[in-house]
């Protein structure tokens, strides 16, 4: 069963296909037959009940430099593909956040994998406290300067 998938992801043009799973993933779906259309959460948008994306049909190879060929960009409606790759790596900021909710609107009618809620609730740079245990001495601050002054001690008495 060939299936029509849609990618919100990072710019294309910019990935290190040698290192990065999305690629992998879109050379896998490609191989299984799969159709592939690319998008940036930037062309994402909402009418009414309904998630659009300005999607381009993509062809993807395991060649450093010239690894994508993009179609014409048209306007489609989310809910008809089979599955969305949510696939961005975050700056966790509003337009981030923002593409999570449009997405729960097509999830579950569409497979939007990673589960947007999910993505939105558990940021990697946060979740990971979650599990004390297996975690070093942690402190997770936005200025250099907390962190000197915060640096747990080690000394014991």
Not at 87 to 93: E, M, V
């Amino acid at each position: 069963m060939s299936l029509n998938i849609a990618v919100q992801m990072d710019p294309i043009e910019r990935i290190n296909i040698r290192g990065d799973s999305t690629f992998a993933l879109l050379l896998e779906a490609q191989k299984r037959g799969h159709a592939i259309a690319y998008y940036t959460p930037d062309r994402l948008a909402l009418r009414g009940a309904h998630v659009f994306a300005t999607v381009q049909p993509l062809k993807v190879r395991d060649q450093p430099g010239d690894h994508f060929t993009l179609g014409e960009p048209a306007r489609v409606e989310l809910a008809t593909f089979d599955v969305v790759l949510l696939r961005q790596d975050p700056p966790f900021d509003l337009a981030y956040i923002t593409s999570t909710h449009l997405l729960e609107r097509v999830h579950p009618k569409t497979l939007v994998v990673n589960d947007p809620a999910q993505v939105r609730n558990a940021p990697e740079k946060i979740f990971v406290m979650e599990f004390p245990d297996l975690m070093p001495p942690t402190l997770i601050t936005a200025t250099s300067r907390r962190s000197r002054r915060s640096a747990p001690s080690t000394a014991t008495s």
